[in-house]
């Protein structure tokens, strides 16, 4: 028996897409990790080769990335609104970046929007309130 959906929560099919995203946008940053290392530029939340950031700041991305697709995978109530935090959460790291290596924080801005694109239809496809009609007279 399927249970209704709750005000806040998505669809199964924008449950997927939103974990299927957020999975795409960790091994995105994998990715920025690598070119990173190939082209010897750290960008500010991994460091300079020399000196490392401490360790759980270059988990940052990975550890929002894969909150919000767990979140996603159960499908809690405003998962979209958190997906869209995160998003917003992940531009910020990219503006850090911009002075380093633009290149890096321009990959990093386009995981950040298309995030933002997933995030806001997943808000628009959440269930909403189904207003109590009124009682006849």
């Given at each position: 028996m399927v249970q209704p959906l709750?005000?806040?929560?998505?669809?199964v099919a924008?449950?997927?897409?939103?974990a299927v995203c957020w999975g795409a946008a960790f091994f995105a940053f994998l990715a920025v990790?690598?070119?990173?290392?190939?082209i010897g530029i750290g960008t500010w939340w991994l460091g300079p080769r020399a000196?490392?950031?401490?360790?759980l700041v270059?988990?940052?991305?990975?550890?929002?990335t894969l909150?919000?697709?767990f979140l996603a995978i159960s499908n809690t109530r405003r998962v979209?609104?958190?997906?869209?935090?995160?998003?917003?959460?992940?531009?910020?790291?990219?503006?850090?970046d911009m002075t380093r290596s633009g290149g890096l924080a321009a990959?990093?801005?386009?995981?950040?929007?298309?995030?933002?694109?997933?995030?806001?239809g997943a808000l628009l496809a959440s269930a909403r309130r189904v207003p109590v009609p009124a009682p006849p007279d």
């Open positions: 709750r005000p806040g929560q998505v669809t924008w449950q997927i897409m939103l990790w690598k070119t990173s290392e190939e000196q490392p950031q401490p360790i270059r988990v940052l991305p990975f550890a929002i909150s919000l697709g979209a609104l958190a997906s869209i935090a995160g998003s917003l959460t992940i531009a910020g790291i990219a503006v850090f990959v990093e801005f386009a995981i950040a929007g298309s995030m933002l694109l997933v995030s806001c």
